[in-house]
């Protein structure tokens, strides 16, 4: 069960952090090991507020996020 958490964990960092590697690029390698850290902690979190926009985006009209 565990070894099931720790996948779908890394599985969630992941996500984001091929969404954000464009912008962590140029960074320098201590402060990209940073956002990995950063997403690695709070993958659940991130991946929970990108569902929820996700749905208000469907019901919201467009522009609701300006």
């Not at 996948?7 to 996500?15: D, P, S, Y």
């Not at 201590?30 to 749905?55: C, E, K, R, S, Y």
């Amino acid at each position: 069960m565990v070894a099931i958490i720790i996948i779908l964990w890394c599985l969630m960092a992941t996500t984001l952090l091929v969404e954000y590697a464009p912008m962590c690029k140029e960074l320098k390698t201590g402060d990209q090991l940073l956002v990995v850290l950063i997403f690695l902690i709070g993958a659940p979190a991130f991946t929970l507020v990108n569902f929820l926009t996700a749905i208000l985006d469907v019901i919201l009209p467009d522009g609701w996020d300006d």
